[in-house]
């Protein structure tokens, strides 16, 4: 994390303890007996480190390019609570999470593929659905869920699982469904500062992998 860089640019000095991380800044730049304080927007994932965790952190008023790895020693009680169990989002986030698992759910149902799909998704979001939810799966990382599984899932529509025709055939998920939430990097490019190409800062991608065994279905046995 760019300690240095936040500090010219923005000093939290009172900040609420419960949506916050406090740091210490390093080097020339360091002022003896003042912390700075930085909002943290979003707690993104965890990784595992020889002795412990560290997250990846959202700032509040940064881009996603400065996104931090931070020590679990950095973070309040609350946000190392909330990663398990994330607050609820705003209806806003959870529209357009439920917009993108309908349309890439369907579209697999509909088309003839049978590769793994994957969709756009805040990953602390996914936690929120999926708290205390699905098993596991015997491939590392992946968890079976059940329709039911995905009841926090507000804004998904009903019949989101089928795909039918005007017919009233078509193809629906044979559940469970395994789902691995997914943590990448944009791509490595440069840009254009003053006749020289720069490397630019990359940011984090956040997906759901979604493996699903889809099975012919008709009017009559999605009543059944």
Not at 61 to 73: D, F, H, I, R
Not at 79 to 105: Q, Y
Request: with cysteine; proline share 5%; aromatic share 12%.
């Amino acid at each position: 994390m760019a300690v240095g860089k936040r500090a010219e640019r923005q000093d939290y000095t009172q900040l609420n303890l419960l949506s916050s991380i406090i740091m210490y800044p390093e080097g020339p730049r360091k002022r003896a007996g003042k912390s700075k304080f930085y909002d943290v927007e979003r707690v993104i994932h965890r990784r595992k480190t020889r002795l412990d965790y560290e997250y990846l952190l959202k700032w509040v008023g940064w881009p996603y390019e400065s996104c931090s790895w931070e020590q679990s020693e950095n973070l309040t009680p609350y946000l190392l609570r909330s990663f398990n169990n994330p607050p609820k989002p705003s209806t806003m986030k959870l529209e357009a999470a439920s917009c993108n698992c309908f349309c890439g759910i369907q579209k697999y149902l509909k088309g003839k593929s049978t590769n793994t799909i994957y969709i756009d998704m805040e990953l602390d979001l996914w936690r929120y659905i999926t708290y205390r939810k699905g098993m596991p799966s015997e491939h590392r990382g992946h968890t079976l869920f059940k329709k039911e599984d995905l009841i926090r899932f507000e804004g998904l529509p009903t019949h989101w699982w089928y795909y039918m025709n005007e017919h009233g055939e078509g193809m629906a998920v044979d559940f469970p469904l395994k789902i691995k939430a997914v943590l990448s990097w944009s791509c490595a490019h440069y840009y254009l500062n003053h006749g020289h190409a720069v490397k630019a800062a990359r940011f984090p991608v956040e997906k759901i992998c979604v493996n699903i065994a889809k099975r012919p279905c008709n009017v009559r046995n999605l009543m059944e």
